[in-house]
């Protein structure tokens, strides 16, 4: 990381170097560090709005900080550049498959969209396969192309495509039965075949595709279906009350990725779960910061644990932002809000 920042003080408009120091910003738990180098690359030169490099990598900045419809932007600048087009597309399609970076986990395979909610989900799908095919005159038929193709069929309205993205993910992730073999499997392919299982309800065979990236090799390459894997077992745990088996998964999850919300999140609903009102707190104040106070859901948990723990001024604060951004956000301003402001006066 020392030798990119180094690099960019030099060059402050190398671009794969910005991309690649972005990220490990980012997993560093500092993304800032990140933005100031991006700030810095447009300060050396004001025309770097129209260079496809910068605009990539700073669609890479809204996507880490949770504006996934400023990233699409940024990423359709350089969209249809030779250099970062390819990169780009990838990163799009992944957006328009889970704008909201959700798990795909148990709870969401029970919930019965609303019209709206699905309308909005077949327009992200077509949005994802006009993209896919743009890919198709650019890419080589890699294992990431292949990957893309079959996490497209999972979003498809069409539900006999989930049986055949299934046997699709598990041709990927066959291995010849040695260790060698197995620790080289693709975590693509076993997320993928993981998620078509959940969809099918499927769950104990999910857990036992998930449980083997557990000792999968770490590496850069691998690691956003890796910390996917990790997070969707960790649903599964939680959802069968193994919380001491999700705390273990949690622990590697933010060894790799200290910005991941989402595994800070799972933290806090453990903690309160458990009635630990100021840990939950804690994680979910991380979690809340991670995200650049940008994500309602969060907000409305670290109020919800703020009041538990009597830091009714924090709460306060806290419903503020969270109504500020979405002023009609579902109950925070009466079970929470209200009762805060009560208290205080008491």
Request: charged fraction near 25%; proline fraction near 2%; glycine fraction near 4%.
């Amino acid at each position: 990381m020392k030798h990119f920042a180094q690099l960019l003080e030099r060059n402050p408009s190398h671009y794969h170097a910005l991309a690649r120091y972005i990220e490990l910003c980012w997993r560093r738990g500092n993304i800032e560090l990140g933005e100031k180098m991006l700030r810095n690359a447009l300060e050396s030169n004001p025309r770097a709005t129209v260079d496809a490099g910068f605009n990539f990598c700073k669609g890479l900045i809204e996507w880490y900080t949770g504006e996934p419809n400023s990233a699409l932007q940024a990423f359709n600048r350089a969209r249809r550049d030779l250099e970062w087009g390819e990169r780009a597309l990838y990163n799009m399609i992944e957006i328009c498959l889970n704008p909201d970076n959700e798990i795909m986990g148990v709870e969401n395979n029970e919930h019965q969209l609303t019209v709206e909610e699905a309308n909005e989900a077949n327009e992200s799908y077509r949005a994802a396969d006009r993209f896919f095919h743009e890919l198709r005159h650019k890419s080589m038929l890699d294992r990431r192309y292949k990957l893309i193709e079959n996490f497209i069929l999972l979003a498809s309205p069409n539900r006999s495509n989930i049986q055949r993205a299934l046997n699709n993910f598990l041709e990927m992730s066959k291995t010849d039965g040695t260790q060698e073999s197995e620790a080289n499997v693709s975590a693509g392919a076993i997320l993928g075949s993981a998620r078509a299982m959940l969809m099918m309800k499927q769950t104990q065979k999910a857990k036992l595709q998930l449980k083997r990236v557990l000792t999968h090799a770490w590496s850069l390459e691998e690691a956003d279906y890796l910390q996917q894997c990790w997070l969707l077992l960790i649903d599964i745990y939680i959802n069968q009350n193994k919380n001491e088996q999700a705390s273990n998964v949690l622990r590697t999850v933010l060894q790799h990725n200290s910005s991941c919300s989402k595994a800070y999140e799972y933290m806090g609903f453990i903690c309160e779960k458990e009635q630990k009102y100021f840990d939950a707190a804690a994680n979910y104040e991380a979690a809340w910061n991670v995200c650049k106070r940008r994500n309602p859901g969060i907000g409305y948990k670290l109020a919800y644990n703020y009041f538990k723990c009597r830091r009714l001024i924090e709460c306060i604060e806290v419903c503020h932002a969270v109504l500020k951004r979405y002023p009609t956000y579902p109950k925070i301003k009466k079970e929470i809000l209200d009762k805060a402001r009560a208290n205080i006066r008491m």
